[in-house]
């Protein structure tokens, strides 16, 4: 596991897709953030984290992933997760995440709930 | 070959309080994890765990030596193996009574979006044992495979 974690950002339409690769502590989580707030500002409505190249993300980057969801509710936009671990799926889920925001188990079906939602 | 025939049923490491070292602890215990063949799931949850309590004792504990000190056990119990970490620092210890319980709605209205290192801990291993005291915190944790 890679101690960077790279954040990767595609566009279709008004959804944005930011896939993950490596650990999301601190950094991570930050990057993640910046890029989110970046497709937020020109324009994305719905965001899509793909995290199926992640198999740790800590709490600190759990934390900061809440952060970009509170600012998406605010905006009344949709995010989604996909391609997680069981452990991040139980994870989230513990931090009560899944209560929030939709988790799909793939990047095609997560793009389809928030271009429908 | 297990490792009780290899004469090993432990393994120390020690590392610095230092950022990202908790990577360094998780590489040991997916090691020791794949070594006595334990799912891939199941040591990403030993690993998540890990990093909890070192993330915690990096950032609360205030080790005088700037150390923590990790040991890495297998062992049998109820015809299941388990691994069992052990994390140490010896620093300024808590008081776990005084640690408040972290709340979805408690972190969704902005009030406490830390403080969950503990909960994730006991929700991903099968036990957790936290003694604590002046001498420093010690975090038990193990997980059958």
């Known amino acids: ?78 995010l989604a997760f996909c391609g997680l671990t069981p452990t991040i799926d139980k994870t989230f889920r513990i931090m009560g995440l899944a209560q929030y925001a939709a988790i799909y188990p793939t990047e095609a079906e997560a793009v389809q709930g928030v271009a429908s939602a | 070959m297990s490792l009780d025939a290899m004469g090993a049923r432990e393994i120390s490491l020690t590392i610095p309080v230092a950022p990202d070292m908790e990577i360094v602890a998780t590489a040991q215990a997916a090691a020791v994890g794949e070594f006595i063949e334990m799912s891939r799931d199941k040591i990403d949850e030993v690993k998540l765990a890990l990093v909890e309590a070192c993330i915690n004792a990096f950032e609360h504990a205030h080790a005088r030596d700037d150390r923590l000190h990790l040991i890495f056990r297998v062992g049998r119990e109820n015809a299941r193996d388990f691994l069992e970490v052990e994390v140490l620092d010896r620093g300024r210890g808590f008081d776990q009574a005084s640690i408040e319980q972290p709340s979805p709605e408690k972190t969704f209205s902005g009030r406490q979006k830390r403080g969950w290192g503990l909960q994730i801990m006991r929700s991903l291993m099968d036990s957790v044992a936290i003694t604590s005291g002046e001498g420093g915190t010690r975090i038990v944790m193990r997980k059958y495979t």
Not at chain 1, 6 to 28: C, H, K, M, P, W
């Open chain 1, 1 to 78: 596991m890679s101690e960077v974690c790279r954040v990767a950002a595609e566009r279709r339409g008004d959804v944005a897709i930011l896939s993950t690769d490596g650990y999301i502590n601190n950094q991570g989580g930050e990057e993640i953030a910046r890029q989110a707030y970046a497709q937020l500002e020109t324009g994305a409505r719905a965001l899509v984290l793909n995290l199926e190249k992640t198999r740790i993300v800590n709490s600190i980057g759990i934390s900061i992933l809440i952060e970009v969801l509170e600012k998406v509710m605010d905006r009344k936009g949709q």
